[in-house]
T-cell receptor, first 114, second 113 residues
Framework: DGGITQSPKYLFRKEGQNVTLSCEQN?????MYWYRQDPGQGLRLIYY???????QKGDIAEGYSVSREKKESFPLTVTSAQKNPTAFYLC?????????????FGEGSRLTVL | DQQVKQNSPSLSVQEGRISILNCDYT??????FLWYKKYPAEGPTFLIS???IKDKNEDGRFTVFLNKSAKHLSLHIVPSQPGDSAVYFC????????????WGAGTKLIIKP
């Protein structure tokens, strides 16, 4: 079945550690996205990539890094520079942009910093 | 400053009745609006969208209404079913931003038997 796979679903991290969240899609979509969701807030865009080897900062990119070496993969690294990393992270993809096509989401990764 | 607001964190509706979820926006550059539905432990899934050139879009039991002058849109679900219990997100996009959506905080809809 086509879809988006995020791993791990749950992750605990000590302060000062970097952690990488995996996102893989087999939908043959060109664009991929990382969002962060906090309680009582809408989804906020961290980074997005329109095409392989290219990515753009979203609204809250500070403390995060990404890479897009393959069309199928868009990993997100939460660095120690991220002041408040505890959150629910969602990866998504789309064939084109978000306006004409729909976003397809993974099931999310919940990161807790201890 | 929230550009997309869903002022009702939760809404409870009797099964079979109409559910109305509301969304307000402040940015007049938004011209495309989408509703997503999210079940617990799952990612959001696309439900319905509307362009600013329309004031209504219908898909089965789901209808979205857009009032541009009031910068307000609403999602109507008729009749409401137990499987409609979920969190509903409103999202908006501007013409010059093909890869960015601005999201509301969501409304949790509970359908009572």
């Amino acid at each position: 079945d086509g879809g988006i796979t995020q791993s791990p679903k749950y992750l605990f991290r000590k302060e000062g550690q970097n952690v990488t969240l995996s996102c893989e899609q087999n939908l043959n979509h060109d664009a991929m996205y990382w969002y962060r969701q906090d309680p009582g807030q809408g989804l906020r865009l961290i980074y997005y990539s329109q095409i392989v080897n290219d990515f753009q900062k979203g609204d809250i990119a500070e403390g995060y890094s990404v890479s897009r070496e393959k069309k199928e993969s868009f990993p997100l690294t939460v660095t120690s520079a991220q002041k408040n990393p505890t959150a629910f992270y969602l990866c998504a993809s789309s064939k084109t942009g978000v306006r004409t096509g729909e976003l397809f989401f993974g099931e999310g990764s919940r990161l807790t910093v201890l | 400053d929230q550009q997309v607001k869903q002022n009702s964190p939760s809404l409870s509706v009797q099964e079979g009745r109409i559910s109305i979820l509301n969304c307000d926006y402040t940015n007049s550059m938004f011209d495309y609006f989408l509703w997503y539905k999210k079940y617990p432990a799952e990612g959001p899934t696309f439900l319905i969208s509307i362009s600013s050139i329309k004031d209504k879009n219908e898909d089965g039991r789901f209808t979205v209404f857009l009032n541009k002058s009031a910068k307000h849109l609403s999602l109507h679900i008729v009749p409401s079913q137990p499987g409609d219990s979920a969190v509903y997100f409103c999202a908006a996009s501007a013409l010059d931003s093909n890869y960015q959506l601005i999201w509301g905080a969501g409304t949790k809809l509970i359908i009572k038997p």
